[in-house]
């Protein structure tokens, strides 16, 4: 086998310093007057932590400690923040509140201007989860003042966005919770009013014991020999027989609505506690703040990046050109 050998590849370049060298800097500094016209970039970054979504009124009303309000997020609500600053919810309200069609310069109407604005920000905003299960949001801008404002509002549109959804959620718990508890409530008034009626027919009002009471006094009637007195029990107790069982019927009926009734007022209002609760759904650990120094584009790695891929290029070009020349004298 043949000794790698780097002397001949050393002595070809050494033969084309001059080309490559000038190759080299031509095409850095043709690069760095392209990178001149090149707008300059800033950054700005918001960092936030996503609670938990669970009802403040199971981690404070309930007896049980299942349930801990001051817990931060998961890794699902992470997610849920994620989607929601990506959704075109939020940038939809970003290029509204900022005028942004202006700002980018764009000239379009309708579906066309929606869809270049949205195009616009997301290739100027980053969002990704950090180790931490927080998430950080970056956003780039001609305007530091810009890229800052934008970054703050789609942090808080996220706070909107998610309270909106619980409200909504809530609002339609509390709707149904409502609507039960106002039909237990006029069965009871339904109830009430038919036990009224029917005690005050009969003039029984406790049947309970009532009959036992009635078997003794009569006892003690037959004994004394008032018939008249006999009469009237007896009258007394047909009638406990009649209606003391509907009585006791609607009794325990109304027993159990009110009970119903109270269990539906407690879930009704754990239900508006939750729904009317103003908890944070995010904590902004750092704001973003106006940056004064450019981050973007890095000139420098461009213009070395763009001189190097330049001179490898010249360099191919010289040996393919050796390659066919020598093929020639052959």
């Not at 959620?169 to 008034?189: A, F, G, H, L, M």
């Not at 009013?193 to 406790?206: Q, T, V």
Request: aromatic share 8%; net charge positive; charged share 25%.
């Amino acid at each position: 086998m043949d000794e790698f050998n780097l002397k001949p590849t050393f002595e070809f370049i050494k033969r084309n310093f001059k080309v490559l060298a000038v190759t080299f800097v031509i095409a850095a500094v043709v690069t760095a007057g392209i990178t001149l016209l090149l707008p300059n970039y800033y950054k700005a970054q918001v960092v936030l932590l996503p609670s938990d979504t669970n009802s403040i009124s199971k981690g404070v009303l309930s007896n049980m400690d299942n349930v801990d309000p001051m817990n931060f997020g998961s890794s699902s609500d992470c997610e849920y923040v994620l989607d929601i600053i990506n959704s075109g919810r939020v940038v939809g309200a970003a290029c509204n509140k900022f005028n942004l069609a202006e700002h980018y310069g764009i000239k379009a109407t309708g579906r066309e201007l929606d869809e270049k604005m949205g195009r616009k920000l997301y290739n100027n905003i980053k969002v990704k989860r950090t180790d931490n299960l927080g998430v950080k949001i970056t956003v780039w801008d001609t305007d530091p003042e810009m890229a800052s404002n934008l970054a703050n509002f789609i942090a808080s549109e996220v706070s909107v966005v998610r309270s909106e959804a619980k409200k909504v959620k809530y609002d339609s718990i509390c709707t149904v919770v409502e609507r039960s508890r106002n039909r237990i409530s006029k069965e009871i008034d339904l109830l009430t009013d038919s036990l009224a009626k029917l005690s005050k027919e009969y003039k029984i009002f406790y049947p309970d014991g009532m009959g036992e009471r009635f078997s003794q006094e009569l006892a003690k009637q037959v004994a004394a020999g008032n018939t008249a007195a006999v009469a009237r029990l007896e009258a007394k107790m047909i009638a406990l027989e009649e209606a003391g069982g509907k009585i006791t019927n609607l009794r325990e009926q109304l027993y159990n609505n009110r009970k119903y009734l109270s269990q539906w007022n407690e879930f009704l209002e754990k239900a508006m506690v939750d729904r009317e609760a103003q908890i944070p759904v995010e904590f902004v650990i750092q704001a973003a703040s106006p940056s004064y120094s450019k981050d973007k584009p890095k000139r420098s790695i461009i213009v070395l990046v763009s001189a190097v891929c330049c001179t490898l290029l010249a360099l191919f070009v010289l040996v393919v050109r050796e390659k066919t020349e020598g093929n020639k004298v052959c």
